[in-house]
T-cell receptor, first 114, second 111 residues
Framework: NAGVTQTPKFRILKIGQSMTLQCAQD?????MYWYRQDPGMGLKLIYYSVGAGITDKGEVPNGYNVSRSTTEDFPLRLELAAPSQTSVYFCASSTPRTGQETQYFGPGTRLLVL | QQQVKQSPQSLIVQKGGISIINCAYENTAFDYFPWYQQFPGKGPALLIAIRPDVSEKKEGRFTISFNKSAKQFSLHIMDSQPGDSATYFCAAGGSQGNLIFGKGTKLSVKP
């Protein structure tokens, strides 16, 4: 199993550009998450999904959109990139039930908006 | 009510010493308390987790102590090694799946 994979690893965007961060998991997990990590601020939940076709907002959803057409994939879309979106983005997956709440994280995408 | 407060922000420990990181939560509905370890350039990975029905859980050199009445839990790293140098995050959550993370503690273990 590859676990959780993310592409790209690093990207530079100009203000106002758009891009999609890709995330895929091969563990048949029904829950998937997108976090952003800023220095000293921990992990903030952007969006999450409890299954294909179902998504919901997390703590910091503004400026982002997601879709979940399959169990495996959970792309994050940035529209009109802003400098405030400079961050490291992590995708995670889990299958929460008793004893199975562990979230498995991908390697992250570092995004710089200039 | 959804916050998880973590301290200290950074910690320097000598090799062989004990590292202690503390977290406090507010929501009494939380029933799952994991600690994640993150090395530079990598994603966080689960280190150890505890449920509120026990007061302590030990896995090798890593121990979680849990105080339900005080709504606090802590990570103890015994015989700290330079390879333990990383950022540690506590988190709290439940069966619904979402986790609330602390802001992290950067641990440096000096040889």
């Amino acid at each position: 199993n590859a676990g959780v994979t993310q592409t790209p690893k690093f990207r530079i965007l100009k203000i106002g550009q758009s891009m999609t961060l890709q995330c895929a998991q091969d563990m048949n997990h029904n829950y998937m998450y997108w976090y952003r990590q800023d220095p000293g601020m921990g992990l903030k939940l952007i969006y999450y999904s409890v299954g294909a076709g179902i998504t919901d907002k997390g703590e910091v959803p503004n400026g982002y959109n997601v879709s979940r057409s399959t169990t495996e994939d959970f792309p994050l879309r940035l529209e009109l990139a802003a400098p405030s979106q400079t961050s490291v983005y992590f995708c995670a997956s889990s299958t929460p039930r008793t004893g199975q709440e562990t979230q498995y994280f991908g390697p992250g995408t570092r995004l710089l908006v200039l | 009510q959804q916050q998880v407060k973590q301290s200290p922000q950074s910690l320097i420990v000598q090799k062989g010493g004990i590292s202690i990181i503390n977290c406090a939560y507010e929501n009494t509905a939380f029933d799952y308390f994991p600690w994640y370890q993150q090395f530079p350039g990598k994603g966080p990975a689960l280190l150890i987790a505890i449920r509120p029905d026990v007061s302590e859980k030990k896995e090798g050199r890593f121990t979680i102590s849990f105080n339900k009445s005080a709504k606090q839990f802590s990570l103890h790293i015994m015989d700290s090694q330079p390879g333990d140098s990383a950022t540690y995050f506590c988190a709290a959550g439940g069966s619904q799946g979402n986790l609330i993370f602390g802001k992290g503690t950067k641990l440096s273990v000096k040889p």
